[in-house]
């Protein structure tokens, strides 16, 4: 009989599980979850109120997915479980939550329910900006030769600075806390009943090191005195690379995703560096940008440089054998979702109803019809901050050269070519510093459902785009691993590679840059860039001064 195996992708608004054949690829069935609480950002459940720049989530979710998600694709599939040899999970990071020794989230318990640092903090939870700040002048005076792998700056999105702003709002959730864990782990945690930490996110989302493990208690000490023993307190498990076992579904975990007991479950990943043997990746010089609400860009290396502003660089990060690269922005889709529900007329949604299309469709094709430069607009893709190369949440997003003339069409063409100068910037910067970056693949729903954005960012960065093969490039990545985690004992394999050689896939679809195109983005190009520099880089700190005014006005 053949045998399967299944990947869990949690995203920032939905869970979703992909069922595949491990000796052919075939994606036999998959299915989504919403999360119920979504994005907490404004409110907690009870109507408690939140600062700006939070975004929390609940952990009851999570564990729904699994008990949606999973039953579903095997009822779908017609799958016996008996069949399924591994399932592997990816999720985003750093993404973290309290919890006591058994793995109890702090915000599950009743005195906890109305304290939002009981709860878990998004990836995108910005308000631990001014403990980054500090950690990361702290880091430079004390000379920490650690922080050159993350491009001179750690970000306030990672997990240090959101723990460390528990301590200082909410020491007593700090103390109540015995763990502080990645989710990604947590759910791992909760099929397996047993605590692992990923080397992926604590290479690249909590400063530890393949050889030298965590920085010295003394630098935390130097941060807060209170922080000096951290690492022992709050993180004290062994660091378990990508590609093993975690251990195996148990009794619990079975009657909620309806696997069977044993089924192997492989270590937890990231949603954006597991997606890379789903594309056929196999080595160096090949970049990687999973385009969602926002995009994570991987790149493999044969060897380790220090990148300025890039999220990191980790040996076996990513795949065995190689460095592995980090870059991102954050904001993509999101910045495309914000345009649409609050700069578009009633008009607009009027017309694209009309003809039966939804409204990023409809706003595509008349967007398409524009020459570039023809808008006469430049933007700035800071709507949620910069994550690569600038590595600061306080800067903020900006259209240039609009006019009473200026149409719904060309704002949204401007907001796409600013994501893609965004991605130019971060390539230009590996290759900079002795990365080379010589192939794009992309991956996620943008690169599959927006022809358009793509040959724009082909024609920007100058690079032909591949595209990766499936709808589900995190979750087929995630499969991959679970089939790994199994091993070819058991009708599974003993190499990423080799397993990403059979089950991934790419589209015959590839993107070659227009030449006239490239030309006139040239242009544009050095004009983002100078606005890149003057606003980012500290010769006109105007957005920060405005985010501080309304953070002043909004107590």
Avoid at 457 to 483: E, H, M, R, V, W
Wanted: glycine content about 10%; hydrophobic content about 40%; charged content about 20%.
């Amino acid at each position: 009989m053949p045998k399967y195996s299944i990947g869990v992708d949690f995203g920032t608004l939905s869970g979703r599980a992909l069922l595949v054949n491990v000796e052919t690829g075939e994606e036999l069935a998959d299915a989504t979850y919403e999360y119920p609480h979504g994005v907490m950002d404004e409110t907690l459940p009870d109507g408690r109120k939140l600062p700006p720049d939070w975004a929390l989530q609940h952990p009851a979710d999570y564990l729904d997915v699994f008990g949606s998600t999973i039953p579903a694709v095997l009822k779908q599939s017609g799958v016996s479980a008996e069949d399924v040899i591994g399932i592997g999970i990816d999720f985003t990071a750093c993404t973290i939550l309290p919890v006591k020794a058994d793995g109890t989230p702090l915000c599950l318990l009743e005195k906890y329910i109305s304290d939002p640092h009981a709860y878990i903090k998004l990836w995108k939870h910005h308000a631990a900006q001014d403990k980054a700040n500090k950690l990361n002048q702290i880091a430079t005076d004390l000379n920490q030769d650690w922080l050159a792998r993350y491009g001179g700056k750690i970000s306030s999105e990672w997990m240090f600075p959101k723990i460390w702003q528990i301590l200082d709002e909410a020491p007593y959730i700090y103390n109540e806390a015995d763990f502080f864990m990645e989710a990604a782990d947590w759910v791992i945690w909760q099929l397996t009943g047993v605590q692992t930490r990923n080397s992926c996110t604590a290479g690249y989302k909590a400063m530890w090191h393949k050889q030298n493990g965590y920085p010295d208690k003394s630098f935390f000490k130097a941060l807060d005195p209170r922080l000096e023993n951290v690492v022992y307190d709050k993180l004290n498990c062994p660091i378990t690379p990508l590609g093993s076992k975690a251990g195996e579904i148990t009794e619990k975990a079975a009657n909620l995703t309806g696997l069977k007991v044993g089924t192997a479950v492989a270590v937890a990943n990231v949603d954006a560096h597991v997606t890379v043997p789903a594309v056929t990746i196999d080595g160096p010089g090949k970049l990687l940008a999973i385009m969602g609400t926002s995009t994570c860009h991987i790149l493999l290396s044969d060897e380790e440089h220090n990148v300025p502003g890039m999220c990191g660089v980790v040996e076996d990060g990513v795949c065995p054998g190689f460095f592995g690269y980090e870059a991102g922005q954050s904001c993509v889709g999101d910045h495309f979702a914000w345009f649409v529900e609050n700069c578009v007329s009633k008009e607009y949604y009027d017309a694209a109803n009309a003809e039966g299309l939804n409204i990023h469709q409809y706003l595509t094709q008349k967007a398409e019809q524009l020459k570039p430069g023809q808008s006469g607009l430049v933007a700035l893709d800071w709507w949620n901050g910069n994550r690569s190369v600038l590595v600061d949440v306080d800067l903020t997003g900006m259209i240039l050269g609009m006019t009473l003339q200026t149409k719904p069409e060309e704002m949204y063409r401007a907001l796409i070519e600013a994501t893609a100068y965004g991605t130019r910037k971060i390539i230009e910067t590996f290759r900079a510093n002795g990365v080379p970056v010589d192939e794009f693949y992309a991956s996620g729903g943008i690169s599959l459902k927006n022809p358009m954005a793509m040959q724009i960012y082909a024609d920007i960065i100058q690079i032909p785009i591949k595209i990766g093969g499936t709808t589900q490039g995190p979750a087929l990545g995630s499969a991959i691993f679970g089939a790994v985690a199994a091993g070819s004992i058991n009708g599974g394999y003993d190499d990423v590679f080799k397993a990403g050689s059979v089950m991934g896939k790419l589209r015959d679809t590839i993107y070659t840059p227009i030449q006239e195109n490239a030309e006139v983005y040239d242009l544009l190009y050095a004009e983002y860039s100078k606005l890149h520099d003057y606003f980012g880089r500290g010769e006109n700190d105007v957005m920060k001064r405005l985010k501080e005014i309304k953070k002043q006005q909004s107590v």
